[in-house]
């Protein structure tokens, strides 16, 4: 398995103000896959993403991605981790607005020994012919594929993906799905994608449903919906 999390636990505060977020989750992944994390509000679901991540650090478990165990790492180990082997993506864009386009995925290319190629990977994105123009100059989708961009360039190992269609409208989020997909088909980046989209849960490889901080749910789909064809996003 590429990713495993063996009864990770994570709370927040203490006295009366104590929350126990994760309540012992133990999940794999298998290298190459899409992955989603489903969940109400508050399910613990951005918690155990940005565990796996490395922005946050668990009480106790384990992870491990790629067989690193990452629990335990120094902040300095931690930022090693999360320049190697991830790529992240959030449902606001967090682009830097007096860079272009091109300069905004260029941040994260020089952080990689082995990046992908820029034109290939604008080509892939259609964002060629916005290459030069700076975030205000584009569309609420066109930012989002730039953050894309700027996530995979560094040829990311697991893509973190935190409601990347959570500010989009129905056929952009369809867009940026297909985008998704085709990046899994075309890099084999194994992908995890916190969501509040029921839709999106049928176009992936693996469904963990969270409630309350435990898994309720975790299966395969035997037969995946492409992108294209999904409903009600």
């Known amino acids: 398995m590429y990713l495993e999390t063996n009864n990770v636990k994570k709370s927040y505060g203490e006295g009366g103000s104590f929350m126990e977020v994760l309540k012992g989750i133990s999940v794999s992944v298998e290298k190459g896959d899409m992955c989603v ?11 155990l993403l ?5 922005l946050d650090l668990s009480d ?19 930022s090693d981790y999360r320049r190697e082997n991830l790529g992240f993506i959030f449902q606001f864009y967090n682009l830097v607005p ?10 994260c290319e020089y952080l990689s020994p082995q990046p992908l190629k820029l034109s290939e990977l604008l080509e892939t994105l259609g964002l060629t012919e916005h290459q030069n123009k700076f ?14 961009a700027r996530a995979l360039i560094k040829n990311p190992k697991l893509l973190l993906c935190d409601e990347p269609t959570g500010a989009l409208d129905s056929a952009t989020s369809r867009d940026i799905l297909v ?12 992908m995890l994608i916190v969501t509040h989209n029921n839709s999106i849960k049928n176009m992936v490889d693996q469904v963990i449903y969270l409630k309350d901080g435990q898994i309720k749910k975790n299966y395969r789909n035997e037969q995946k919906v492409p992108a294209a064809e999904l409903e009600d996003l």
């Open 60 to 78: 106790s478990g384990s992870i491990k991605v790629d067989g690193k165990e990452i629990c335990g790492l120094s902040q300095e180990k931690l």
């Open 50 to 54: 940005n565990c796996i991540g490395g």
């Open 37 to 47: 994390i489903q969940g109400t509000s508050g399910s613990g679901k951005s918690t």
């Open 179 to 190: 985008l998704l997909e085709e990046v899994n088909r075309k890099y084999k980046t194994t």
């Open 135 to 148: 975030p205000s100059q584009l569309s609420g989708g066109q930012q989002q594929r730039c953050a894309i």
């Open 98 to 107: 007096n860079l272009t386009v091109k300069e905004n995925i260029q941040v």
